[in-house]
């Protein structure tokens, strides 16, 4: 299953220059790196990201990343998986920019 993980510029410039990450500031502060399906990607970019531009969607086979990947509900009783370790760029499967039009992003055809 693909899941998906949104990323300010700069974080996705720093994962490039690094090769791996812990996540944005609000992954480190709750201890593991939020994901969204593609049924929850559209509304997590709308209320965590709105009016945001630059952003770059990444997306990752969860199967690549099971090992420390947990399903826990969240946001309207939907379940979210969370990665309990840090994402190496190799896990990356694709990435795609995020542009914003008439103030919402635009998601690629094809990836969510």
């Given at each position: 299953?693909?899941?998906?993980?949104?990323?300010?510029?700069?974080?996705?410039?720093?994962l490039r220059a690094t090769g791996?990450?812990?996540?944005?500031?609000?992954?480190?502060?709750?201890?593991?790196?939020?994901?969204?399906?593609?049924?929850?990607?559209?509304?997590?970019?709308?209320?965590?990201?709105?009016?945001?531009?630059?952003?770059?969607?990444?997306?990752?086979?969860?199967d690549r990343i099971a090992d420390?990947?947990?399903?826990?509900?969240?946001?309207?009783?939907?379940?979210?998986?969370?990665?309990?370790?840090?994402?190496?760029?190799?896990?990356?499967?694709?990435h795609a920019p995020l542009p914003?039009?008439?103030?919402?992003?635009?998601?690629?055809?094809?990836?969510?």
């Amino acid at each position: 299953m693909l899941i998906y993980k949104i990323f300010r510029q700069a974080e996705w410039d720093a994962l490039r220059a690094t090769g791996e990450t812990a996540g944005a500031p609000i992954d480190l502060s709750d201890g593991y790196i939020h994901f969204s399906t593609a049924e929850t990607v559209r509304e997590t970019a709308a209320k965590h990201f709105a009016g945001a531009d630059g952003l770059i969607l990444a997306v990752v086979d969860s199967d690549r990343i099971a090992d420390a990947l947990k399903w826990e509900v969240s946001r309207g009783g939907a379940e979210f998986p969370h990665l309990y370790r840090r994402l190496a760029l190799s896990e990356v499967h694709a990435h795609a920019p995020l542009p914003l039009r008439d103030g919402a992003h635009v998601f690629p055809e094809g990836i969510a």
